[in-house]
């Protein structure tokens, strides 16, 4: 028995894997992974994985990153964890004032958590609860975009729209307001993104008109709907929002869990339409994929309604028992510090242009619908017929043929349904891009096979 299969076996009979049906791993195996270095991660017998997707958008810097590292251990040495409640510390304030620094202007306030539905909740329940204190409980209502995801959590879940998601538990949500997405993958012949991305901007005019009155906030992601498919939009999209909301009273939570740190070609996705927002929440890359960590900001005003003496009963009470830990602190700091010193959103573009360059031949791919980019998120959609986009059914799982399939030539590459995506750490290099494409090019031509 190989050292695999030994860990599969222990594996299988005491876990349960999260988004997995666990009868799969009776023929697909679950790979365990004895160490890591950089892009590649490897298994008990050897062999060696790329991770094209950084562990699911985390890791931007490479695993065992020899800065983070040392960081961590560092302040493992000072001070391990300590509650936040009356209590602080030197890397939560450091924290605090580099993510003010380098966030949109106006957001001057953060309030940490333990992950991005965590953070969601936090700006929810954070809008819902300004407007009661600022007398006007009747804004207890939210908006969203059609195939969001903002976690699975029964509020994110809400407030979310991929039904993989949320169709089992429909019962335990709350009433939000769907709005149709700009999504540019349904756009007609001949419109651009803009055009598109200002067409599908009406519904969203409509609803906030029709419904100011009840409506605390609009919460979506910016750019790139990362869990429905990596579908994306024009910034022209989010700018108009921002005016709108501001015009109708209504909060606007833009959720760069995914995006945000470098991931879309700007340190944040909101920078490209020149917006801030109410609240911007941010976790995944915050630490470097080390450590669980979230963090909303928000604004001096928003905290002001807050402020107030004890008997108004106005304090926001809500806590993690983790929030703010100083190791997450540490890998946080130490990974602003890469970005800070190291010019990597000036590197990330050279490198999103070269994805673009080493995956353009897909686009000619008669079961690629389309090969669409947003600096390092790249995503190919296959579809059964090309020309009208219809897509494979999804019992058919071709994605994860392709998921297979690069596995064995030694690349992870996790699918969304039929979208093949690439989400690289930002050390990959231009061989590696090209070696990846070459994979997924392969892996689809395996996967559309009758």
Not at 234 to 243: G, Q, T, V
Not at 405 to 410: R, S, T
Request: some cysteine; glycine content about 6%.
């Amino acid at each position: 028995m190989s050292r695999n299969q030994d860990w599969m076996e222990r594996d299988v009979n005491v876990l349960w894997h999260p988004c997995t049906q666990m009868k799969d791993h009776e023929h697909i195996p679950v790979i365990p992974i004895k160490k890591a270095q950089g892009i590649w991660l490897e298994d008990f017998d050897g062999k060696r994985y790329l991770d094209g997707v950084s562990s699911w958008w985390t890791n931007i810097f490479g695993h065992c990153n020899p800065r983070i590292n040392q960081r961590i251990k560092d302040q493992v040495d000072q001070l391990e964890h300590l509650m936040l409640a009356g209590f602080t510390h030197q890397p939560v304030i450091e924290l605090s004032e580099r993510l003010v620094s380098i966030a949109p202007e106006g957001l001057e306030r953060v309030f940490y958590a333990d992950n991005g539905s965590s953070s969601i909740e936090v700006a929810l329940k954070m809008s819902f609860h300004y407007w009661l204190n600022s007398g006007r409980p009747e804004k207890k209502r939210f908006a969203t975009i059609t195939n969001g995801y903002h976690g699975e959590t029964v509020a994110t879940m809400s407030v979310g729209d991929v039904a993989v998601f949320t169709e089992t538990y429909k019962a335990m949500l709350f009433d939000c307001i769907k709005v149709p997405s700009p999504d540019c993958y349904h756009r007609e012949r001949g419109v651009s993104w803009e055009e598109h991305s200002r067409l599908m901007f009406e519904h969203m005019c409509s609803t906030l008109e029709q419904h100011q009155h009840e409506l605390a906030a609009v919460i979506l992601e910016p750019l790139v709907q990362g869990a429905g498919g990596m579908r994306m939009y024009h910034p022209i999209y989010l700018r108009l929002l921002r005016e709108a909301c501001d015009h109708y009273g209504v909060h606007l939570i833009v959720d760069e869990i995914a995006m945000g740190f470098g991931r879309t070609g700007t340190m944040f996705a909101c920078e490209q339409a020149k917006i801030s927002p109410d609240f911007l929440v941010l976790s995944k890359a915050l630490t470097g994929g080390y450590l669980p960590m979230a963090a909303v900001l928000t604004t001096n005003a928003i905290y002001q309604a807050f402020y107030a003496e004890y008997d108004q009963l106005k304090a926001f009470w809500h806590s993690h028992t983790y929030t703010g830990n100083p190791l997450a602190c540490a890998a946080a700091l130490a990974t602003l510090d890469i970005f800070q010193h190291d010019n990597i959103i000036e590197k990330n573009q050279v490198l999103a242009a070269h994805m673009q360059q080493a995956t353009a031949h897909l686009a000619d791919h008669p079961h690629v619908a389309e090969v669409r980019q947003t600096g390092m998120v790249l995503a190919i959609e296959m579809v059964k017929n090309k020309a009208n986009k219809t897509p494979f059914a999804w019992q058919e799982r071709r994605g994860m043929k392709v998921y297979q399939y690069a596995m064995e030539k030694g690349a992870l590459l996790r699918p969304l349904g039929n979208v093949v995506y690439f989400l690289p750490p930002y050390i990959i290099t231009p061989e590696q891009i090209n070696w990846l494409s070459q994979i997924a090019s392969e892996g689809i031509d395996y996967a559309v096979r009758d």
